[in-house]
């Protein structure tokens, strides 16, 4: 059955809508506060869950936030543009550049809640990796945060024998970053393969990540290889579905 018209919509979808449509027209520019429950209740004669839904509809969206006591605003951070390609260019981490660099044009980056263990591997990661189930990894967890918004988690695995003694160890591993680092021991990354899929977010992710409610994470697996074919580095990483574009740029 045609919905042309949207008339068949529930009532908090279509109010939705007309918010939605009047934040692309300019009439709600970024921070601006959105029309709140109370304004929406008289402007359409709606029960107050009606309301509030439709501006639930708009922050899952991740084009609004709620601010506590405050209203729902529309929401000013910038998407980050994710290069999938030139992003981890050996010219950069090559140079002492961080490959996230490439993403964050100029705008303030903090990797905070870094922590490195060393650990058993698990069966999957082992396979990639070429070591045994059990096996030790040094696996590498930290969070980007950009412009005070947390935008990814990344958890990297290495083998334990493969980095050992090495600044891959450290919680800082110095410019260039990991590569950089596996350059240098002899085990320099020239390829790369990327997964990507979304789903909605585990408990831990929606906290570390600050998610709004109804947000979906993407999760982009990617797996380092050298010259000889040989896996290196795999790097499980969770992203703000609402802060990300994904842009791969390759030739014919």
């Not at 543009?81 to 981890?88: A, F, N, S, T, Y």
Request: with cysteine; aromatic share 6%; hydrophobic share 40%.
């Amino acid at each position: 059955m045609s919905n042309a018209g949207g008339h068949h919509q529930p009532k908090y979808q279509r109010i939705a809508g007309a918010l939605r449509e009047a934040i692309q027209r300019g009439e709600y520019g970024p921070g601006d506060r959105l029309p709140g429950e109370n304004d929406l209740m008289a402007t359409y004669e709606v029960a107050r869950m009606t309301a509030r839904q439709a501006l639930g509809v708009l922050q899952s969206e991740g084009i609004a936030e709620s601010r506590k006591g405050a209203g729902v605003f529309v929401r000013s951070f910038r998407p980050l543009r994710r290069r999938g390609i030139q992003r981890v260019a050996g010219s950069r981490w090559g140079n002492g550049q961080s490959i996230w660099a490439a993403d964050t044009e100029g705008r303030e980056l903090v990797v905070d809640q870094v922590e490195v263990t060393e650990e058993k591997a698990r069966e999957d990661i082992a396979a990639v990796l070429g070591l045994k189930a059990g096996d030790a990894v040094c696996v590498r967890n930290r969070r980007f945060v950009l412009d005070g918004k947390p935008v990814l988690l990344a958890t990297s695995y290495l083998a334990a024998s493969l980095v050992a003694g090495s600044a891959v160890t450290r919680t800082d591993t110095g410019p260039g970053g990991i590569y950089a680092r596996l350059a240098e021991l002899g085990h320099k990354p020239v390829h790369f393969r990327e997964e990507v899929r979304s789903r909605m977010p585990s408990a831990e992710e929606s906290e570390r990540l600050e998610l709004a409610a109804g947000t979906p994470v993407v999760l982009v697996c990617r797996t380092a290889f050298t010259d000889d074919g040989h896996a290196v580095e795999i790097n499980e990483m969770a992203l703000d579905a609402a802060s990300y574009v994904l842009e791969y740029d390759f030739d014919a």
